[in-house]
């Protein structure tokens, strides 16, 4: 009705299938050593990595949220104004 289904969007788009990814996920696993990858991401955090490290917090305890600030020199408004219910 409203042309959603003919927005130009097709099934390559986004993010993959999870049959897909995991048929990724076993070929980089019969390829890669864990444990090494693991010794290599330790041995540039030592060496102070900055990359290395980020990689680790975000894995271990997640991205922190993101915030924006907003600020404008020529703008003022007063939201105390905006939301009063008389």
């Known amino acids: 009705m ?6 130009g969007g097709h ?5 993959k299938a999870k049959d ?16 090494e990858a693991i ?5 540039k955090i030592k060496d102070g990595d900055m990359r ?4 680790y917090f975000n894995y271990r305890y997640g991205k922190p949220k993101e ?3 907003l600020s404008s020199d020529n703008l003022n408004i007063n939201f105390k104004d905006l939301l009063r219910f008389d």
């Open 2 to 7: 409203d042309g959603r289904k003919n927005n």
């Open 11 to 15: 099934k390559t788009a986004g993010r």
């Open 20 to 35: 897909e990814e995991g048929k990724l996920i076993e070929r980089l696993d019969a390829i890669i050593d864990s444990d």
């Open 39 to 43: 010794e290599v991401l330790k041995k």
């Open 52 to 55: 290395a490290i980020q990689l």
């Open 67 to 69: 915030s924006v600030t």
